[in-house]
Structures are given as C-alpha cells and as structure tokens.
C-alpha cells in the first residue's frame, strides 16, 4: 500500500552503532534523502547508544543489590553520554531529553521504595535506551531540514502473551503479532514531507505498560512495523555490511551473501551468525517484505537481501556458523533403549530442571543432546542435579565446552556425495554429535570447542576457497574492509628490521630469522610473574642454541621430554646446574630415566608401571609424578575436559597406586605437575590447576613444588584474545596465598617464542586455475607443519612490496607432493611475483623444531638477528 503521497514506505533500523555518532547520524540524513530521491517514504526505527543498554542492565542490577551511590553514579554516565552525543549533534539535549530522564529516575525512585526491580519495572527502565536515541534524533533530523516526528513505538505495537506466561517472559521477551494496520497508514499519510522516527526493542501489553521483545529486539520492531506499513522493503543498517559466509571476524576471506531467501537466514541466524535477531525472519517472510542488511559504515556496499524469490541456485552450502560455549549431556543408555518410556523418563528429567534441548541425536545404546545457553540458565548446581537426576536412567556424562559447528543451506540432505571431501576436516577429531535439521537446511556437528574455529575454517576453504563471485556469492570480507592501503599491524618487529630480513633473504632461502629482543621482552614479562618460583622454558617450542642461552641469560631453567634434548640444553649453556632442567618423557625406555637420575635433572613420571617393572632405576631418587587432571576435575562431577590428552598423566584415581609403587621402589614424590593443553587464554586456568594439585598433593608429604605446566597463550594470534599476565598473576598470587607450602613452577614455550620468529620463503611461482589463484614458495609443510597438521593461521605478508596495497586472493603453497601443503588458504596479496620474498609471521614457536624433510626437501635454515644498534 503506498502513502497518500503516492510513496511506497520502506522501514529502516539503526543499530547501536550506527545512532552513536555524528557521522554515523549524518549517514542516516543521507540514507533518508537518497530513499525521498528515488521516490521511497522512509520510517525510522532506532536502537539504543551503543552500551547504553548495558548500562541499564547495570542500573537495574545495582538496583537489585542497593548497593549505596552506584545507582546514582550509573545514571550520571548515562546522561553524559546522551549530552555528549546531543552536543555533537548541535541539538538542545537538556530540552530534548529532560522528560525521558525525569521518568526514568521516577523509575528508580520507584524501584528503590519497593524491593524491585520486577519485570515490569525493568522493562520499563531498559527501554529508555531507545526513548532518548530517538528524540535525539528526531531533534538532528529537524535541524538539518527534514521534518521530522518522533512516535512512540508503544502506541502501535502491542504485545499478545498470554497474561498466564511468567512475568519474565511477558515482560522482557514479548510477543507481536503483525497485521497491515490502515490507521497508522491513514494517519502518517497526512504529512507525506515528514520523516517518522520510533523506537526498536519497545511495545506495550494491554494495560499500557511498557514491555521489550528481548535483547536485539530491534530488527523485529522494524519486522512488523514494515508489515504494518506494507512497506516496500525494511532496511537493516548495522556495523556489518551484510550476512557472510562466515563470522568475518573469524575468516576473513569469508564471502558476502548478495541473496538469501527468508528459511536460510532464518537458520543462519539461529545457529549462530549475529547479524540479524531470528525473530525477524518470521514478520518478514510471512509478509512478504524483502530485508536488506546494510552498513553505516560502508553505506555504498549492497549488503545483502533476504527475500522470497532468490535466484535458484539448486541446493548449495551458503554458510558455516559456529556457536561456542555448548554443554551436551551424553547418556549411555545401558540396554535401556527398548524400553518403553526411556526417552519420556530421560526428558521429563530435563524438564524438571527447567533445561531447553536444542539439538539431539541417537543410536542404540546413547542418547546425545545439547544444551543451548542461551536459552538456560546453566549453573554447576543445576548440572549436578541434572546428573544426578539422569543417572537414575542411564550413565550420564557432561561434555563442556563444546561448540556446534553448522554447514547452512538449502537442501543439505541431496549434498552429501559433495560434503564427501569436507568431512576429512573432521578426522582425528572427535564428534561427539551429528545432526540433521529436519527442515533441512543445516547440518551440524558438535565438536570440543577448542576445535570449532578450525574447522570452520577448513571446512570454508573447502566450500568457498575456490568459488567465482556470482549472483549469491559476493567479494570477500577482508576485499570490502580494503581501502587501498595495505593494513598495518602496529608495533611488529619484523615491519621495523624489512631491511635487514630482506637482506638476510636475498643471501639464503627459505630461513627462519629470530628477534632476541622479543624473546628478551617476553621472558622478563613470565619471570615477572611474582607468584612463580621458577619458570622453566619448554626447549621443544624452539629448542636454538641461541634462544636457549639468552633464556639461561635470564634466569629461566628448561623443560626437556627427551635426551636429545637433555643433550641441547647442556651444550648451548655449559655449566648449566642440572637443578635447573627438568625431564618429563612420554613412553620413555626405562634407560633414559636411568640416564636422567646420572645426570641429575629433576625426572617426571606419568604411568605407575616403569616404577613396578623397574624400580631399581628408581631407587632412592626423588620424583614429579604427572597427573592428568581430565577426569578429577570436581570430584563429584564427571567431567571430560576438553581435548584431556588421553596418553599424557596419571589420573587421579590411580595415585594411590602409583605411591605404593614409588613406595616399593624406595623414591620419594616430591612434586605434582599438571599440563593442560595449549593457547590458553583463561587466566584462572593455572590456579585452578594449583588448587587440585594441591589438593592431591595431601596423599605425598614429601611434596615442595607444583609445577601447573605451561600452555600461555601468545597474544594477537589470529584475532584472538591474548592473556592478559596481570590477571594471571593476580589468579597465581590467591592460589599462593591458600597453599603457601609450595613453590610454584610453570613451563612455558610457546609464549616466549613465538612472536620471535619468522619464516621468510621465496616465490617460485605462481598459478590460476579457473576461478584459484596460488603462490609457490621453495618451502612449505617441510618448514612449517602447524597449518597443515593443526590447521593454524600464521599471518603472510609479501616483505618485497610491504606497502602495496592488495590486489589478489591466493592459496600460499609449497613444493611438497601433498594437497595439504598449504601455509595459508585465501590470503590477501599486493601481484606477487617470482622471486619476491614472503613472511610467514609468529613461527617462532613450533615452526624449526617441527620441521621435516619430506620429500628429501631440507627445511629453512635458522638464524638469530644481531641485537638493533640503539
Ligand atoms: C609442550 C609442553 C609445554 C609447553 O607448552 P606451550 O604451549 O608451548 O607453552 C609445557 N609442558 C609440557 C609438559 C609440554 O608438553
């Protein structure tokens, strides 16, 4: 239906970030003119300032709590940021806004005299965030020439719950329904030149009270105002310029989808991507009404449209999502599954405990199922309980993190021979789930969450890698956020040494280069740790002469798992004392335990049967016994750790074993140590492990030390957050503190390293095949396995033409005879040509020491940069 004034409407929602800032608002003023130009009526409907939700939310908690003063504090930030935006905005903010503050703090006063807040209460508090965008704006609008008016979104969308339903639900997460609605349209029809503007998130129930449609509501505000309307199309502008074949964040090279039609999106946004609220789709495909997502932020760029009438494309893969921070609750059904009633037993347990199912599969003798955590309020105590529970039925068993990892598109089910090669991504790694959406639109695995970023990006380079831009599949997200001038990534040695590396290439190549005064740097950071006794470096991350006589240099002692490297250490620094060297072999041959003890190291075992078989060789000699805190994890608990390096430790329900061996053998245990895994960025990981060493330790009063491993993760890798080392200290510092009879070890590798290194390799040649592109370098997986065994993305930067802007998408490959071999899938070149040189960044760590020569290839040679004149 069109506007009197002969003009179809098109409802336009502006996210948080895109109604935070002056220019984002001038974006908005051209996003109106252009649609008035080209004929179309625009309708407004705005999030609140970015965070300023948020902030609500911390109000109504500090309400909760009546914590003294915060309240008051809370509410002066959020007027500072609404006065400083209204400033730069050149509008009377006090005048514009003063009503919306004067009934929010009728709220809290409100909220204060009784023990609220209630749902209604807070309902009626978050939705402020919106009131004050919008009559921001509405007041810029009118100052830069176009009449605008301000509508209170709670006059034409009404809730329809159930007054039955929980006051949570009907207040905070409501319902609408949409209908055309001829009044509005009749009355916004009397003023064709005026531009409305209302508010997202907010609508009121039946007796005028202010309720929300649950947190990134918005998008479904503009959903039914657009059916209301019986707009042309509803536009969603937001700080992304579409919807992406994948998370962008997470792969770059991920493709922009130009068209999606309403069940596809639907399902994207349902398993994970962020970019649309699911419960937009419903409005919109039932109306009708196209949805374009757009960006404020790169206004010109198409975005994408999410329609009834796609092109048919036949069934086609269109996206992988990955959502993280999973619980699933494996059951081993004992024999029970014949049994009537077993699964309405098993899920009447679930719903007990109030706990939503998302995804379920099952075979004769378990049932699977995940837990969605968004959808429940997933404490230790209600999982003890749902256990407990359960195990009445059947041998439950959590399986915590996980991540649900999904291939999303039409007609999945007749791709199956294609997925054929897809899955190989998947072997060696356990799935604890697979499921097949009957709608079927997506597939999805359940993997240790640890894996799901890899394979998300393995499994795109596979489906998308290779494929020509068409009528769906866009450019690429790191092409669209180019802007001619190649990024910089701040403070990076190897940008400041281009000179020198280049130099350094010319004369050999392929050759890893190290920078001592990055190893230097991160060495004092780890002994700065004040809690930690002595640190000691695990040689195998990078086992140099030179790394390893700097690192003796200050003050780190070394971690060894075999004579080689017992053989190294000892070489590089003479006179070494063996106090500082530790020996923890895997499967070791009861003579190099034997060599360890002559040398004098300090020995590490983790399995009782060398002690019973040999306990000559342990004869009166001290010990660290490994232990595999996978399945001790809380006692009461059955919890499998994700990734427990099954091969590695002794779990703890064999230490009692394992000291009458040591027992028998006349050695003394006289230190607990716990490895956990790599790239750990949770800083509480090493004193939760200090707490159950400590704990273990009770059954070995000889015990001195803990040693909790190492695995600190290296900062910057791949976008990823880094570990923050004052956290870590401050989590090791309230761990000294409960067990002060121990000295505390850490061995780390990796984060003293990697930074340090780079691999620089030579283009050999270069190649396309239909729509693949690829650079040859005279060296690959032979140099570096990490991409290939682990699929680990090191960042490639051709060092030759630093500073050329990119102007290819290529596989970078090397020279082995294996498909494999590939340093890194769809990166962003300046033309590259035979005989430039390329950097494979952070190889520092794991690069040389794994190094191989397959293929009769010799690896890159290493060498160690003369420290910078000052
Ligand atoms: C490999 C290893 C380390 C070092 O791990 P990083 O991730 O490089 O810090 C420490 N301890 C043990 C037992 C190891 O096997």
């Not at 004067?102 to 709220?107: P, S, T, V």
């Not at 009449?147 to 609408?176: G, K, M, S, V």
């Not at 450019?475 to 001038?485: A, I």
């Not at 000699?621 to 009461?636: S, Y």
Request: glycine share 8%; proline share 7%; hydrophobic share 40%.
């Amino acid at each position: 239906m069109m506007p009197a004034s002969g003009r179809p409407w098109v409802v336009c929602k502006f996210g948080g970030t895109s109604v935070s800032s002056r220019a984002r608002w001038d974006t908005i003023v051209e996003v109106v003119r252009t649609h008035r130009a080209e004929g179309r009526a625009p309708f407004l409907v705005c999030s609140a300032l970015q965070g300023i939700s948020d902030q609500l939310e911390a109000l109504c908690a500090q309400l909760a709590s009546a914590e003294p003063g915060a309240p008051e504090s809370t509410l002066n930030t959020i007027r500072e940021r609404h006065r400083a935006l209204g400033q730069d905005l050149g509008v009377e903010a006090e005048a514009v806004l003063s009503g919306e503050f004067a009934r929010l703090e009728r709220w809290v006063d409100e909220i204060q005299a009784t023990d609220g807040p209630s749902p209604r209460q807070r309902a009626a508090v978050l939705a402020t965030g919106e009131l004050l965008s919008t009559r921001l704006g509405a007041a810029y609008l009118s100052a830069q020439g176009l009449p605008a008016e301000w509508l209170d979104a709670r006059e034409f969308l009404r809730a329809t719950d159930d007054p039955h339903l929980p006051p949570r639900r009907q207040y905070l997460a409501a319902n609408c329904t949409s209908h055309a609605d001829p009044g509005l349209q009749a009355r916004l029809a009397d003023a064709p030149e005026t531009v409305y503007l209302t508010q997202g998130f907010i609508a009121s129930n039946a007796l005028d009270e202010t309720v929300l449609l649950g947190r990134g509501g918005s998008d479904t505000s503009a959903a039914h105002f657009a059916a209301k309307l019986e707009a042309e199309r509803t536009e969603v502008w937001t700080d992304v310029p579409g919807l992406f074949t994948a998370n962008p964040g997470e792969v770059p090279s991920g493709r922009l989808l130009r068209r999606l039609d309403y069940d596809e999106a639907q399902e994207l946004a349902t398993m994970g991507a962020r970019v649309l609220h699911p419960r937009c789709l419903d409005p919109a495909r039932r109306h009708q009404i196209p949805l374009h997502v757009r960006s404020t932020e790169a206004p010109s760029l198409d975005g994408t449209i999410v329609s009834g009438e796609g092109p048919d494309v036949g069934p086609q893969v269109k996206a992988i999502s990955a959502k993280t921070d999973i619980t699933a609750v494996s059951m081993d059904t004992l024999g029970m599954w014949q049994e009537v009633g077993f699964l309405a037993d098993v899920f009447q347990v679930f719903k007990h405990h109030g706990l939503s199912v998302d995804l379920m599969a099952t075979s004769e003798s378990n049932v699977t199922v995940t837990l969605d955590p968004v959808a429940n309020a997933l404490d230790p105590d209600i999982l003890d309980r749902l256990l407990h529970d359960l195990n009445r039925y059947c041998d439950a068993e959590l399986i915590d993190p996980c991540a649900i990892v999904s291939l999303v598109g039409r007609h999945i089910r007749s791709l199956l021979s294609e997925l054929g090669p897809a899955f190989e991504v998947f072997d060696e790694q356990k799935v604890h789930l697979v499921t097949q959406a009957a709608s079927d639109l997506n597939m999805s695995f359940v993997v240790d969450e640890d894996q799901a970023s890899r394979l998300v990006r393995e499994l795109h380079a596979q489906f998308f890698g290779h494929r020509a831009p068409d009528a769906v599949f866009g450019p690429r997200w790191q092409e669209l956020v180019e802007d001619g001038t190649p990024e910089e990534t701040p403070d990076v040695w190897w940008r400041e040494r281009r000179e020198a590396l280049l130099r350094l290439a010319d004369d050999e190549s392929p050759r890893y280069v190290y920078d001592p005064e990055v190893v230097t740097a991160r060495s004092d950071e780890v002994q700065g740790l004040g809690p930690i006794d002595q640190s000691f470096y695990a040689v195998k991350a990078n086992p140099h002469p030179e790394v390893l006589r700097l690192l003796e240099r200050r003050g780190l002692g070394f971690e060894c798992v075999s004579p080689g490297e017992l053989d190294r250490v000892f070489e590089a620094c003479p006179g070494l004392d063996p106090a500082r060297v530790l020996f923890q072999p895997n499967f070791a041959a009861p003579a190099e335990y034997a060599d360890a003890f002559e040398r004098g190291v300090h020995v590490t075992v983790d399995n009782v049967q060398p002690l019973a078989e040999h306990p000559d060789v342990f004869a009166g000699e001290e010990l660290f016994v490994r232990v595999d805190p996978g399945q001790g994890e809380g006692h009461h608990r059955k919890v499998r750790t994700a990734g427990a390096q099954s091969k590695f430790g002794v779990v703890p329900d064999d230490l009692g074993r394992l000291r009458a061996a040591v027992d028998q053998a006349g050695a003394t245990v006289v230190g607990l140590h716990a490895h956990v895994g790599s790239g750990i960025t949770d800083e509480s990981t090493w004193a939760g492990l200090v707490d159950l060493l400590a704990s273990l330790a009770a059954e070995f009063p000889a015990v001195r030390a803990l040693n909790v491993g190492g695995g600190l993760g290296v900062p910057n890798a791949s976008g990823g957050r880094p570990l923050d080392l004052d956290a870590l200290d401050a989590a090791l510092g309230k761990a000294a503190a409960r067990h002060p009879q121990y000295d505390l070890w850490m061995e780390p590798g990796r984060y003293l390293v990697a930074e340090a290194g780079v691999l620089l390799a030579r283009v050999t040649q270069t190649k396309t095949k239909d729509a693949a592109a690829y650079v040859g370098l005279d060296t690959g997986m032979n140099s570096l396995l990490r991409p290939a065994l682990y699929g680990a993305h090191h960042e490639i930067v051709n060092l030759s033409r630093l500073d050329e802007p990119p102007a290819m998408t290529a596989d970078v490959v090397g020279p082995v005879c294996e498909t494999g071999d590939v340093l890194g899938h769809d990166r962003r070149l300046p033309p590259t040509e035979p005989g430039d040189t390329l950097l494979v960044a952070t190889t520092g760590a794991y690069g040389a020491s794994m190094s191989n020569r397959y293929n009769l290839r010799e690896p890159a040679s290493e060498v160690m940069l003369a420290p910078e004149p000052a």
